[in-house]
């Protein structure tokens, strides 16, 4: 086979190589049946379905799942998901299959849909939308974007950034496309979608399907005159969703927030807003030296305005203790199921007081199991 490659020019074999890394491991397939089999007993008819996969393999090099197999392998990918404290409601998981859609505003048209269905008014509804599979005939649509809501990052010529920086190559590739940004610190970028075939297609999300909440704080007033801002609804858009041996490299899918995501990373990372230094002149802590304690006393407020502000907007959040403590509770009855739940600690302990949380005080099982969401090159 390797020689054969070799022997096609430059151009052809890597077509010859895509295609083949689009042929569906017919292991992975027979493991993930099985596995759907073991876990949905009433389902029936293991055997019949086997034969019908490895002979569908076998033809086209790959195969469709049922609805079923679907929506269960997208749970199971949830449930795997090592780096998740969320995971206790991984059964309510919706799953919305779009595998028909075959167009870049197909694609746009579903990933609004999506964002509206979720966000809910408020009352977010974990979602995942699953568009067409990579397969041997042609590789699936994909979108640029990391999550379907993000703020721009637009650098300045003295390299100073305003907005989110770690948008600013997102933000430098739609104003490429023509988008052109307001300046603005909380500017929503369009999604770009690249689809199975032709070029990729640029969209706006309509302001309705992008909910936010303005900060505030419960003690002080001068908090709103921050003009913090973040949007209710994370959707990852750039993990492909592996199941039973065939890639959905677009499947975008959301949760809802934990406080400490947006109040101890977003807004406060260096490498992101920034914003500790400014609370904490505003709160008027002493800033000369580390031993006050001021970034700690500022993180503390900063996370206070979160989860205040989302209360008060009505829009799902939860905070670091209570995920937490749900977090236990999950990993016990996976092992009442006679399941591992493998975790990686560095991600599930919170990014503030992480030894104030349960979570912190013990070691997780590393192992990675499928199916999975996964970051492809
Ligand atoms: N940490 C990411 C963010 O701040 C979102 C990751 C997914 N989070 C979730 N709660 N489902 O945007």
């Known amino acids: 086979m390797r020689t054969w490659i070799t022997n096609l020019r430059p151009f052809d074999a890597l077509a010859v190589q895509a295609v083949l890394e689009r042929t569906t491991d017919l292991r992975e397939a027979e493991r993930f049946i099985r596995l759907f089999h073991a876990e949905n007993p009433k389902a029936g008819g293991m055997t019949a379905r086997l034969r019908?996969?490895?002979?569908?393999?076998?033809?086209?090099?790959?195969?469709?799942?049922?609805?079923?197999?679907?929506?269960?392998?997208?749970?199971?990918?949830?449930?795997?998901?090592?780096?998740?404290?969320?995971?206790?409601?991984?059964?309510?998981?919706?799953?919305?299959?779009?595998?028909?859609?075959?167009?870049?505003?197909?694609?746009?048209?579903?990933?609004?849909?999506?964002?509206?269905?979720?966000?809910?008014?408020?009352k977010i509804r974990p979602t995942v939308?699953?568009?067409?599979?990579?397969?041997?005939?042609?590789?699936?649509?994909?979108?640029?974007n990391d999550q379907l809501i993000r703020y721009a990052g637009y650098r300045n010529r003295d390299g100073s950034i305003v907005g989110d920086p770690r948008n600013v190559e997102l933000t430098e590739m739609a104003k490429a496309l023509g988008w052109s940004g307001r300046f603005g610190r909380f500017d929503v970028l369009?999604?770009?979608i690249q689809p199975s075939m032709g070029d990729p297609l640029m969209c706006n999300l309509p302001g309705d399907a992008v909910l936010e909440v303005p900060l505030v704080h419960p003690e002080y007033p001068w908090f709103e005159e921050l003009g913090l801002r973040w949007h209710a609804v994370p959707a990852i858009s750039d993990m492909c969703l592996e199941i039973g041996g065939i890639c959905y490299p677009c499947a975008p899918f959301n949760g809802w927030y934990m406080g400490t995501e947006i109040g101890a990373r977003n807004l406060a990372d260096t490498g992101r807003y920034d914003q500790l230094e400014v609370?904490?002149?505003?709160?008027?802590?002493?800033?000369?030296?580390?031993?006050?304690?001021?970034?700690?006393?500022?993180?503390?407020?900063l996370n206070v305005a979160v989860l205040y502000s989302f209360e008060q907007a009505g829009v799902t959040m939860t905070d670091h203790h209570t995920e937490s403590r749900r977090f236990l509770t999950h990993l016990a009855r996976e092992e009442q199921a006679g399941r591992v739940c493998p975790a990686d600690w560095s991600w599930i302990v919170p990014p503030l007081s992480g030894s104030a949380t349960p979570v912190f005080h013990r070691y997780y099982d590393t192992r990675v199991l499928t199916p999975a969401f996964v970051h492809h090159r």
């Not at 939308?129 to 640029?144: Q, S």
């Not at 505003?282 to 407020?301: F, P």
């Open 279 to 301: 609370v904490a002149d505003r709160l008027g802590l002493d800033t000369s030296t580390e031993r006050t304690l001021w970034r700690d006393h500022a993180l503390v407020e």
């Open 129 to 144: 939308t699953v568009l067409p599979p990579d397969t041997p005939a042609r590789p699936g649509p994909r979108i640029l």
């Open 190 to 192: 369009p999604l770009i």
């Open 52 to 122: 019908d996969v490895t002979r569908d393999v076998a033809r086209r090099g790959t195969y469709t799942h049922t609805y079923e197999e679907l929506e269960f392998g997208a749970r199971v990918a949830w449930r795997n998901s090592n780096r998740c404290i969320g995971r206790l409601y991984w059964r309510s998981l919706k799953v919305r299959d779009r595998r028909q859609v075959t167009t870049a505003e197909g694609v746009a048209l579903e990933c609004v849909a999506h964002l509206r269905e979720a966000t809910g008014n408020g």
